[in-house]
């Protein structure tokens, strides 16, 4: 099995541009608006961002800003597939201007325009991502009442186009099948609130922005598992430094990302070239933990009663048993893609 990955420098609001194949799932992370660190590219992208920054009209800015980013879930929906999800991790933004301090809920006006989009909103989650700072209040401290409660939380929020996919044929079937995750990842994935993970480091050197904005891997790797098959199309609009697409590429999905960040780009590429041994071991260390979850369940005097012989593991529920946990073997450049040969897990002769 292959899987095709491809990275543009192109600028997301003109996704039909790029994009040839359809989509099944769309995972990002876009530009917050009213975060200073995206002034300047909301600047670049609209006049009336500009002039409202300028002016200090919050409420403008705001809705100046959403209004680009609308352009990009109108191509984004068009591009999937009837029933693909479309996942997007936003945070709302806390701001003073004009002597104003105030928060800009951008989770509820993404949730808007996708819904004037015809999207079926689905359950969100709440990523929970505590600082390590000691001051844990904004505004002013012990007085009442002019202080503010801490923000650490951000929003993925989770859409369908329509209703359900469906799966027709018998290899769509199967694939499926092969695509399910374990009974203890959905008991952890599928929570409402995910506080076990952490951001990751920002900073940067080198050409390009100084902070990355990225995504931990485990939050696209996570959402990869529990929103797409095996040889699906994942999209991410907002590449960055590829974190999406590198999460494809060891699950066994192709990836399409757009950037307009050249040594992001490049920063991506290199992620994808470099990535395969990372993803090996992130492969067998899945392996490991379902390993470990059985051995307990069974200590407790639960032994899981279905038996997956792709891997040889115990698993808790029929829809288990043909579970293939895939990892890259290599990856080749192959006209301006990247391809990744995949393999199963644990074994260096089998393919899938």
């Given at each position: 099995?292959?899987?095709?990955?491809?990275?543009?420098?192109?600028?997301?609001?003109?996704?039909?541009?790029?994009?040839?194949?359809?989509?099944?799932?769309v995972?990002?992370?876009?530009p917050y608006?009213?975060?200073?660190?995206?002034?300047?590219?909301?600047?670049?992208?609209?006049?009336?961002?500009?002039?409202c920054?300028?002016e200090?009209d919050?409420?403008?800015?705001?809705?100046?800003?959403?209004?680009?980013l609308?352009?990009?879930?109108?191509?984004?929906v068009?591009?999937?597939?009837?029933?693909?999800?479309?996942?997007?991790?936003?945070?709302?933004?806390?701001?003073?201007?004009?002597?104003?301090?105030?928060?800009?809920?951008?989770?509820v006006?993404?949730?808007?325009?996708?819904?004037?989009?015809?999207?079926?909103?689905?359950?969100?989650?709440?990523?929970?991502k505590?600082?390590?700072?000691?001051?844990?209040?904004?505004?002013?401290?012990?007085?009442?009442?002019?202080?503010?409660?801490?923000?650490?939380?951000?929003?993925?929020?989770?859409?369908?186009?329509?209703?359900?996919?469906?799966f027709?044929?018998?290899?769509d079937?199967?694939?499926?099948?092969?695509?399910?995750?374990?009974?203890?990842?959905?008991?952890?994935?599928?929570?409402?609130?995910?506080?076990?993970?952490?951001?990751?480091?920002?900073?940067?050197s080198?050409?390009g922005?100084?902070?990355?904005?990225?995504?931990?891997?485990?939050?696209?790797?996570?959402l990869?598992?529990?929103?797409?098959?095996?040889?699906?199309?994942?999209?991410?609009?907002?590449?960055?430094?590829?974190?999406?697409?590198?999460?494809?590429a060891?699950t066994?999905r192709?990836?399409?990302g757009?950037?307009?960040?050249?040594?992001l780009?490049?920063?991506?590429?290199?992620?994808?070239?470099?990535g395969?041994?990372?993803?090996?071991?992130?492969?067998?260390?899945?392996?490991?933990?379902?390993?470990?979850?059985?051995?307990?369940?069974?200590?407790?005097?639960?032994?899981?009663?279905?038996?997956n012989?792709?891997h040889?593991?115990?698993?808790?529920?029929?829809?288990?048993?043909?579970?293939?946990?895939?990892?890259?073997?290599?990856?080749?450049?192959?006209?301006?893609?990247?391809?990744?040969?995949?393999?199963?897990?644990?074994?260096?002769?089998?393919?899938?």
């Amino acid at each position: 099995m292959q899987t095709r990955h491809r990275l543009h420098h192109h600028d997301a609001r003109g996704l039909a541009d790029v994009l040839d194949e359809p989509v099944h799932l769309v995972l990002t992370s876009p530009p917050y608006p009213m975060i200073e660190m995206w002034d300047a590219a909301f600047r670049a992208m609209s006049v009336e961002a500009r002039r409202c920054l300028d002016e200090a009209d919050a409420t403008g800015a705001f809705e100046a800003m959403h209004r680009e980013l609308d352009k990009v879930w109108e191509a984004a929906v068009d591009a999937l597939v009837p029933g693909g999800i479309c996942c997007i991790n936003i945070g709302d933004a806390t701001r003073t201007m004009a002597g104003q301090f105030r928060i800009h809920p951008n989770h509820v006006r993404i949730v808007t325009a996708m819904q004037q989009l015809g999207m079926t909103v689905l359950p969100d989650i709440l990523w929970r991502k505590p600082t390590n700072g000691p001051t844990k209040f904004m505004g002013s401290g012990m007085l009442p009442p002019g202080a503010y409660v801490t923000y650490e939380h951000e929003y993925i929020l989770v859409f369908r186009k329509g209703g359900k996919r469906l799966f027709k044929s018998t290899e769509d079937k199967t694939q499926r099948r092969r695509s399910a995750y374990f009974w203890e990842e959905r008991n952890v994935w599928f929570s409402d609130l995910w506080s076990d993970l952490r951001g990751v480091g920002q900073a940067r050197s080198g050409a390009g922005r100084s902070r990355s904005a990225a995504f931990p891997l485990e939050l696209a790797w996570r959402l990869t598992h529990m929103f797409s098959l095996q040889g699906d199309t994942v999209l991410d609009p907002f590449a960055g430094t590829g974190t999406t697409a590198l999460a494809a590429a060891w699950t066994g999905r192709h990836s399409v990302g757009c950037d307009l960040d050249p040594a992001l780009l490049a920063e991506a590429g290199d992620r994808l070239a470099s990535g395969v041994l990372e993803g090996q071991s992130r492969a067998l260390a899945r392996l490991a933990a379902h390993r470990r979850f059985v051995e307990s369940r069974a200590a407790q005097g639960k032994p899981p009663k279905h038996h997956n012989a792709v891997h040889d593991v115990p698993v808790v529920t029929g829809q288990e048993r043909e579970l293939v946990v895939l990892a890259p073997r290599r990856m080749v450049q192959d006209a301006g893609e990247l391809v990744a040969e995949m393999g199963v897990a644990g074994s260096a002769a089998r393919t899938p």
